[in-house]
C-alpha cells in the first residue's frame, strides 16, 4: 500500500523512558526491521521490569512477542504473550465495549493465548497457559453473546458474532457448527452497505478461512488461508514493521490446516519462528 | 505582541469585534496597511455611522485565509485619525488560526491502536526504523485522527498507525504526517507523584487506501448513529 516515507524528519525521544540510550541502537544493524526488534525488545525489558506499576501497554507487549517469534526466543515469547493477553482483555473493558472495539482486542487476546498454549514449554507451564486459553474463551463467549443482542450496528454485531466464533473455535468448542450457522445467517441478513464494507475486509476473510479449516476439505483450505494471507500483506508499509509480519491467528489457522493434512504455500504473515533473526546483524 | 503577520494582505476584508459598554458587536471593515505589529484599518462602520473605539480598547481583527482557515487577531487600539480617511491603527497582540476541515470530527474517543510507530532517523537517516510509541486515539475524523501519546512527535515527522474502527468495519491503517503536537499536562502513576508529560498529536493521514479512507468516514457516521441512539434511549 505504502510507499517508504520520503520526507522524513527527526523524531524525538523523551527523556522520561528508560531505553532512551540503548546500547543497541548504537550497534549496527542491517536492516530497519532488526533495529526495531532490537529497540522493541529492550523497551519491552524495562516495561517489564517496571510492571505493576507501569501503565498498561499491550501493544508494546504484543509487539516485543511477536519480535520474539522473529527471533526465536519462544521463553521470552510466551511471556510477552500471557501479559500481553492480560492487558488486551482490560482495554475490552476499558474502552473496547463502550467504543464498538472489542472485537479486535479480542482477536488479538486470543491469538496470544493460543501461542502462549501452543509453544510454552512441556509440561505444567503448558497446561496452565491451555486453561487460561479455554476459561478466557468461555468468558468471551458469554460476554459477546450479550453484547451481540445489545448491539445496534449490522457491522458491529457481526464482528461480535465473530468473536464468539473464534473463540469457540479457539477453545475447541463443540458450539462451532451451530455459530458457524449463525454467522452465515447474520451474513445474509445484513443490509447492503453494511454488506459492502464486511466483504473482503479482515472479518470476512478469517470467517471464510475458518469456514474452509473447520467443514473444508484439506485442498481448499489453502486458497481461504492465502487470501486472508494477501489481504494482510496489503497492509503492511515499506519497512515492514513488527507488527506487518506476524498474524497469530494465521498461524493458528494454518497450524490447524496442517494437522487436517493441507499443505497450504507460503504465507507472508505467518513466518517461521526465527525467520528474520538474520536482520538483527551482527553485535 | 508579535513579531509579523504573515498571511495578512492589503486590500484584505475583515471584521472586527468590539467589546464595549453598548454590547458586543462585529463590523465590517478593511485591512488598509500593516508594519510589523501594527495593522491599519478601516474605520469600521454601522448603518452609516462610524463606529468609534476608544485608544487602548481590545479588540479581535477577524481575518478570512485564502486557504478557506480565519485568523483571530487579538489586538488593542492604539492610534486612530479621521483625515483625509477615517482609520483606526491597532497593535496586534496575539494570533489564533482556525483551519479548515474537510470532515467531521468525533471528539471523546477512546481507542487504543493496534500499532502506533514513529519513523525515527534521529540517529541518522542509515539508521532509522520505526519507533514504537504508546498513544491513546482521542478523536477521529475522515482525515486523520487526534492522539495522545507518551512522546513527543515533531512536526512533520511521519507515524504509522492502525486502530480498529468504532462499531464494527474492521481496522483502518495508514500512515500520516504530524501536524501539530503540544503539551498535554501531566499525569500522577503508579501510587505516587510521578509527573510524566504527554502530548497531544494531531496526524494527518495522507498515505492511506481510498478505500480506507471510505471506512473510516462510514465509521465516523456509525458513531454518530449509535451516540444519538445511546443519547435518544
Known amino acids: 500500500m505504502s510507499a517508504p516515507p520520503s520526507d522524513l524528519h527527526a523524531g524525538q525521544r523523551p527523556g522520561s523512558l528508560p531505553a532512551r540510550g540503548l546500547e543497541g541502537r548504537r550497534t549496527p544493524t542491517t536492516t530497519p526491521l532488526g533495529r526495531e526488534i532490537r529497540y522493541t525488545l529492550t523497551h519491552a525489558q524495562n516495561y517489564l521490569v517496571r510492571l505493576p506499576r507501569a501503565e498498561p501497554d499491550p501493544i508494546l507487549l504484543l509487539r516485543a512477542a511477536r519480535a520474539c517469534w522473529l527471533v526465536e526466543e519462544l521463553d521470552a515469547m510466551c511471556v510477552y504473550y500471557r501479559e500481553a493477553s492480560l492487558q488486551l482483555l482490560a482495554v475490552v473493558e476499558l474502552g473496547g465495549r463502550r467504543t464498538g472495539t472489542a472485537s479486535e482486542y479480542w482477536r488479538l487476546a486470543l491469538g496470544a493465548l493460543w501461542m502462549a498454549a501452543t509453544y510454552s514449554e512441556l509440561g505444567k507451564e503448558r497446561t496452565t497457559d491451555q486453561a487460561t486459553l479455554r476459561s478466557t474463551t468461555y468468558k468471551i463467549l458469554d460476554v459477546a453473546q450479550r453484547m451481540a443482542l445489545e448491539a445496534a450496528q449490522p457491522l458491529d454485531r457481526i464482528s461480535i458474532e465473530m468473536s464468539r466464533l473464534r473463540g469457540a473455535w479457539y477453545a475447541g468448542n463443540l458450539e462451532v457448527p451451530r455459530l458457524l450457522s449463525a454467522m452465515d445467517q447474520r451474513i445474509n441478513a445484513m443490509d447492503v452497505n453494511s454488506r459492502g464494507l464486511w466483504m473482503g475486509e479482515h472479518d470476512q476473510l478469517a470467517f471464510a478461512s475458518l469456514r474452509a479449516v473447520i467443514v473444508e476439505r484439506p485442498e481448499r483450505m489453502a486458497v481461504a488461508l492465502a487470501t486472508l494471507d494477501e489481504h494482510l500483506a496489503q497492509a503492511a508499509v515499506r519497512p515492514p514493521t513488527i507488527m506487518d509480519l506476524v498474524d497469530e491467528e494465521l498461524l493458528a489457522l494454518e497450524a490447524e490446516a496442517i494437522k487436517k493434512g493441507a499443505r497450504p504455500d507460503r504465507l507472508r504473515l505467518a513466518p517461521k519462528r526465527g525467520a528474520r533473526r538474520a536482520e538483527m546483524g551482527t553485535r | ?233
Not at chain 2, 13 to 38: L, P, T, V
Not at chain 2, 179 to 192: D, F, Y
Request: proline share 6%.
Open chain 2, 1 to 233: 505582541m508579535v513579531a509579523s503577520l504573515p498571511g495578512i494582505r492589503i486590500g484584505a476584508s475583515c471584521e472586527i469585534a468590539i467589546e464595549s459598554a453598548d454590547g458586543y458587536g462585529e463590523y465590517k471593515s478593511r485591512i488598509e496597511d500593516f508594519q510589523e505589529d501594527r495593522l491599519t484599518l478601516a474605520m469600521p462602520s454601522h448603518r452609516g455611522t462610524f463606529v468609534i473605539p476608544s485608544i487602548g480598547d481590545p479588540i479581535e481583527v477577524i481575518v478570512p485565509t485564502p486557504g478557506g482557515g480565519t485568523l483571530f487577531l487579538e489586538s488593542e487600539v492604539t492610534q486612530r485619525q479621521s483625515q483625509p480617511l477615517p482609520l483606526v491603527i491597532v497593535r496586534v497582540l496575539s494570533v489564533g488560526q482556525r483551519q479548515t476541515r474537510g470532515y467531521f470530527r468525533i471528539l471523546n474517543l477512546t481507542v487504543r491502536p493496534t500499532e502506533c510507530a514513529l519513523w525515527d532517523i534521529s540517529a541518522g537517516r542509515d539508521d532509522s526504523f520505526w519507533r514504537p510509541v504508546r498513544a491513546t486515539i482521542q478523536d477521529m475524523s475522515g482525515g486523520g485522527v487526534g492522539m495522545l501519546a507518551d512522546e513527543e512527535m515533531s512536526v512533520g515527522s511521519r507515524v504509522r498507525v492502525r486502530f480498529p474502527l468504532p462499531y464494527g468495519g474492521g481496522e483502518c491503517f495508514g500512515i500520516g504526517e504530524v501536524k501539530m503536537c503540544r503539551p498535554h499536562g501531566t499525569r500522577g502513576g503508579g501510587g505516587r507523584s510521578v509527573h510524566i508529560e504527554r502530548w497531544i498529536v494531531g496526524l494527518q493521514m495522507d498515505e492511506i487506501t481510498r478505500r480506507t479512507r471510505e471506512r473510516l468516514i462510514k465509521a465516523v457516521h456509525r458513531y454518530q448513529a449509535e451516540e444519538r441512539r445511546v443519547g435518544a434511549a
